[in-house]
Nanobody, 115 residues
């Protein structure tokens, strides 16, 4: 059974940075694409960034140039570096494998951008 643990969120001022980390248990991690998503209160969960099993990356337009996704297949982890944060980036951030909809979602990690 897959278990996902996200960490690294917090309160940061506009323009600040955070690094989110996600560790995945119970899955042959290295063969799957991984993605970060976020969900703000009252809104749907949106895909933010994707990294393929080979390391290619894509980003939502709203975060392109500010966020960077990376992975370490030896540690079963996928990170998201968040730079130049804006209040609109405030949300709960989750990671998940897009190709495995049957897996349970983790608890997420809260990012709050506020002065």
């Amino acid at each position: 059974q897959v278990h996902i643990v996200e960490s690294g969120g917090g309160l940061v001022q506009p323009g600040g940075s955070l690094r989110l980390s996600c560790e995945v248990f119970g899955m042959f991690f290295g063969i799957y694409n991984m993605a970060w998503y976020r969900q703000a209160p009252g809104k749907q969960r949106d895909e933010v960034a994707v990294i393929t099993h080979a390391g290619s990356t894509t980003y939502a337009d709203s975060v392109k140039g500010r966020f960077t996704i990376s992975r370490d297949n030896s540690k079963n982890t996928v990170d998201l570096q968040l730079n130049s944060l804006e209040p609109e980036d405030s949300a709960v951030y989750y990671c998940h494998a897009p190709g495995r909809p049957e897996d349970a979602w983790g608890q997420g990690t809260q990012v709050t951008v506020s002065s």
